[in-house]
C-alpha cells in the first residue's frame, strides 16, 4: 500500500526553526521526484519546494527561498524539509506529495501524506 | 511566476446538474495542467492531469480540457460527494502554481 507519513509539526516561535520529515513507503521513492506543499487553515493550497529523484534539483517558491532547505534520503526513504526563520503567516498543514510516474521535471501530484500541523507562534 | 486564475470563488449547483469550473493561466502551460478534489478535513485528490488525463479511479463525469491559457473542468451530473473544493495547478515551470480554489456547494 503506497503511503506517505509526515511527521515534525509542532508549536514554534517566531523566527525559530523545524524540521520535517516525510516517510514514503510502498512507492519507489528514489525514482520519485518529491515536494512540499502548504495549506494555511481556511485557505488554498501553496507549493513550496521540489526536489529531483537524485536530490541533485531543487527548487523552491519564492516566499521560501533562502529559508527553507528541501532534501531527500534515498536510503531511508524519507523526505526532509529543514524551516528556519519561520513566520507567523506559515502556520499551515505542510503535506509531502509525489510527483505522477515518468514526470522528472513538474508534475501532477499522484499520492499526498496526511500533512503534518505547523504552528508558529509567540 | 505562472498565475493561476480560477473562477468563480464559489459555484452553487443543484445535484444532478452540470458544473463548469475555469482555470486561466497567465501565460502558456500548454496542456500541464491538473485538477484536485478537496473535500473538508482530507488531503487533496488528483483527478485530471495533462489537462484532460483521468488519474486512476476517476469517475468519467468529470472531464478536463483545454490547453495554453484557458481550462475548464466539467462534472456533469453532480453526485451528492462531489461538493468539495477543486484546485487546479500548473506544472509547466517552477515555481509550480496552484490556482485559489472554485468552492462548489449544494443549491
Known amino acids: 500500500q503506497l503511503q506517505l507519513v509526515e511527521s515534525g509539526g509542532g508549536v514554534v516561535q517566531p523566527g525559530r526553526s523545524l524540521r520535517l520529515s516525510c516517510v514514503a513507503s510502498g ?4 525514482s ?3 515536494n512540499w506543499v502548504r495549506q494555511a487553515p481556511g485557505k488554498g493550497l501553496e507549493w513550496v519546494a521540489g526536489i529531483s529523484v537524485d536530490g541533485g534539483n531543487k527548487y523552491y517558491a519564492d516566499s521560501v527561498r533562502g529559508r527553507f532547505t528541501i ?3 534515498n536510503s531511508k526513504d524519507t523526505l526532509y524539509l529543514e524551516m528556519n526563520s519561520l513566520r507567523v503567516e506559515e502556520t499551515a498543514v505542510y503535506y509531502c506529495a509525489r510527483n505522477g510516474p515518468g514526470y ?3 508534475g501532477p501530484f499522484d499520492y499526498w501524506g ?9 | 511566476e505562472i498565475v493561476m486564475t480560477q473562477s468563480p470563488a464559489t459555484l452553487s449547483v443543484s445535484p444532478g446538474e452540470r458544473a463548469t469550473l475555469s482555470c486561466r493561466a497567465s501565460q502558456n502551460v500548454n496542456t500541464n495542467v491538473a485538477w484536485y478534489q478537496q473535500k473538508p478535513g482530507q ?3 488528483l483527478l485530471i492531469y495533462g489537462a484532460s488525463t ?3 479511479g476517476i469517475p468519467a463525469r468529470f472531464r478536463g480540457s483545454g490547453s495554453g ?8 451530473s453532480l453526485q451528492s460527494e462531489d461538493f468539495a473544493i477543486y484546485y487546479c495547478q500548473q506544472y509547466s515551470k517552477w515555481p509550480l502554481t496552484f490556482g485559489g480554489g472554485t468552492k462548489m456547494e449544494i443549491k
Open chain 1, 27 to 30: 512507492i519507489t521513492f528514489r
Open chain 1, 32 to 34: 520519485s521526484v518529491m
Open chain 1, 71 to 73: 532534501s531527500r534520503d
Open chain 1, 104 to 106: 522528472s521535471y513538474g
Open chain 1, 114 to 122: 496526511q500533512g503534518t500541523l505547523v504552528t508558529v507562534s509567540s
Open chain 2, 43 to 45: 488531503v487533496p485528490r
Open chain 2, 54 to 56: 483521468w488519474a486512476t
Open chain 2, 69 to 76: 491559457t484557458e481550462f475548464t473542468l466539467t462534472i456533469s
